[in-house]
């Protein structure tokens, strides 16, 4: 079965509402403390997200990062240039960055969740 990234940016409207920059390939959020939480659009695998900061593990996410398996992206590591100074500039280059593989909508809503609380 499909994923719609479109049912993640539906939750984060609901958690983040009025917060939504959105480009062709991601939708970015920011949660009530001005973190940066990304949905990169058009995938149909899992869902994938930037986030800021994880250090909850959370059952059905997987920190997906090609070059350095398992680890945040590094400020230098370069990544989807839509995460840039007008839409997320939290998460661009220059900033360490979380991308992650959730792979169902319940471990998505566990994410939203846990990143609105820190």
Known sequence: MAIDSELAIAEMKKAFPHT??????????????????????????????????YDTPIAGITIRNTKYPGMPYSKDQPRNSNLNAKNAPKLMVGNKAWYLEVESLGALKKLIAWYAAI
């Open 20 to 53: 939504g920059r959105f480009t062709q390939y991601i939708a970015s959020f920011k949660t009530p403390k001005g973190r940066e939480i990304a949905v990169q659009r058009g995938r149909t695998e899992a869902y994938y997200v930037w986030v800021q900061r």
